[in-house]
């Protein structure tokens, strides 16, 4: 699987003209990063339930099933980035 790496919370914070943009507070900001947090680690548990599975065996058409994509769907995300 493809590793996303994000610019950090605060990249190009320093160009921002506040008054220009109307920020009235950094709530919502605080929540969008907490929510591509989460979106990383669900990712990242996802990867490694995924390779859990194979090493116990597990077919690409059960994996499949439980995406809820064929097993040739599941091995393209999930299988070329562990056999290479």
Same mark, same amino acid.
């Given at each position: 699987?493809?590793?996303?790496?994000? %610019? !950090? !919370?605060?990249?190009?914070?320093?160009?921002?003209?506040?008054?220009?943009?109307?920020?009235?507070?950094?709530?919502?900001?605080?929540?969008?990063?907490?929510a591509q947090k989460a979106i990383d %680690?669900?990712?990242?548990?996802?990867?490694? %339930?995924?390779?859990?599975?194979?090493?116990?065996?597990? !077919?690409?058409?059960?994996?499949?099933?439980?995406?809820?994509?064929?097993?040739? %769907?599941?091995?393209?995300?999930?299988?070329?980035?562990?056999?290479?």
């Open positions: 699987m493809t590793t996303k790496h994000h %610019a !950090p !919370p605060d990249a190009g914070l320093d160009d921002l003209d506040l008054d220009a943009e109307g920020f009235r507070d950094a709530v919502h900001f605080r929540r969008i990063i907490a %680690a669900a990712e990242q548990e996802l990867s490694d %339930a995924v390779a859990a599975a194979r090493e116990a065996g597990d !077919p690409w058409l059960m994996i499949g099933a439980a995406l809820g994509v064929t097993k040739q %769907a599941a091995y393209q995300r999930f299988g070329k980035a562990r056999a290479g």
